[in-house]
């Protein structure tokens, strides 16, 4: 079945969870990782979302920032986003969407960690 309409991709892509798995999925299935411009599109059957991508794309500005909007604003923000990848894939049969959790201590650590050093070499940066 043909699919109907133009569809544009959602405005950011978002890598996370767990490492190099996304590169051997697409080394291993190599179909499952291409652009979809034109038609005829692809019968998607099932369309899994790792939410916790989704929720940080929604709740921080585009240089990670956290922004400040009330918590139905980011509710909103998430369900259209969401809802932009339903009408880009158009599932068949499954919408699954999963979330992991806060991530543990040592993981916050490490992040806080690597903000601190990329804003002191921006700084550094900027003052050359």
Not at 1 to 28: D, H, I, K, N, Y
């Given at each position: 079945?043909?699919?109907?309409?133009?569809?544009?991709?959602?405005?950011?892509?978002?890598?996370?969870?767990?490492?190099?798995?996304?590169?051997?999925?697409?080394?291993?299935?190599?179909?499952?990782?291409?652009?979809?411009?034109?038609?005829p599109y692809p019968e998607i059957?099932?369309l899994y979302l790792d939410a916790?991508?989704?929720?940080?794309?929604?709740?921080?500005?585009?240089?990670?920032?956290?922004v400040s909007p009330s918590e139905?604003?980011?509710?909103?923000?998430?369900?259209?986003?969401?809802?932009?990848?339903?009408?880009?894939?158009?599932?068949?049969?499954?919408?699954?969407?999963?979330?992991?959790?806060?991530?543990?201590?040592?993981?916050?650590?490490?992040?806080?960690?690597?903000?601190?050093?990329?804003?002191?070499?921006?700084?550094?940066?900027?003052?050359?």
């Open positions: 079945a043909t699919r109907r309409g133009p569809r544009s991709a959602p405005p950011r892509q978002f890598t996370m969870g767990v490492p190099l798995l996304f590169r051997w999925l697409s080394e291993r299935y190599p179909l499952i990782n291409r652009p979809v411009s034109l038609p059957d099932n916790n991508g989704i929720l940080h794309k929604c709740t921080h500005s585009d240089d990670g920032a956290a139905a604003d980011m509710l909103l923000s998430i369900g259209a986003y969401i809802d932009s990848l339903v009408q880009l894939v158009r599932p068949q049969r499954l919408l699954y969407i999963a979330i992991d959790g806060v991530a543990p201590r040592a993981k916050m650590n490490q992040q806080r960690q690597r903000r601190y050093r990329v804003a002191r070499e921006k700084a550094e940066a900027e003052a050359k």
